[in-house]
């Protein structure tokens, strides 16, 4: 099952025996049928909370509604320290976590690595294992953006001064405890949310 968070809102695409679990409203989807009038309808409604779409086919589905959208890829780090921290940045207003574009000829785990390393002034990280991949959309340039962020669990054991990388409107990074998250989940964008949930694993 594939979530696409517009916002704080999200689209699911999923089987029909998944989209009997939730309560929003569900579209079935057959092949050949054109998505764009109702993702835009749910764009512009606030009032709907959430879209299911069902398939027998659901990559045939999701690879259709990406069509609607500049598909990019990004991929960042849920970075821990050895003092049950997690690594944080501050940008824009919002607090979110180390990530950026994968760049020609990198692999995602290589793109989470220099991302979380320039965006945050540290190096030698431990790369553990891949998480939960989310995806969210946004406008830029006149054009919708889908964009499909990879995640990896990362160990830190060092003790470098924590740099922002400002070119990229950082602000200011930080270690985060890992039981006092209220602040951050309270001023942050609902994929990172998601990403945040996998903290109880690690604890």
């Not at 003092?83 to 976590?97: C, Q, S, T, V």
């Not at 793109?111 to 998480?131: F, P």
């Amino acid at each position: 099952m594939y979530k696409v968070f517009f916002k704080d809102r999200a689209i699911f695409f999923g089987d029909k025996a998944e989209s009997m679990n939730f309560p929003c409203m569900v579209y079935l989807w057959t092949e050949g049928d054109n998505l764009e009038a109702i993702v835009s309808d749910f764009d512009h409604d606030d009032n709907k909370e959430a879209l299911f779409f069902a398939a027998e086919d659901v990559e045939a589905l999701f690879s259709e509604f990406k069509k609607q959208f500049k598909y990019i890829e990004a991929a960042g780090g849920l970075v821990f320290n050895t003092k049950n921290e997690i690594l944080a940045i501050y940008r824009l207003g919002k607090w979110d976590l180390p990530k950026g574009k994968v760049e020609s000829g990198e692999t995602s785990d290589e793109a989470a690595l220099r991302e979380v390393e320039e965006e945050c002034g540290i190096s030698n990280l431990n790369l553990k294992e891949e998480l939960e991949s989310t995806y969210h959309t946004y406008w830029m340039n006149n054009k919708w953006m889908l964009k499909r962020s990879y995640w990896f669990k990362m160990n830190y054991s060092g003790n470098e001064k924590l740099i922002p990388q400002t070119e990229e409107d950082i602000e200011k990074v930080s270690w985060i405890p890992c039981n006092q998250l209220d602040e951050f989940r309270t001023d942050t964008y609902a994929s990172i949310l998601e990403v945040i949930k996998e903290i109880d694993r690690f604890i």
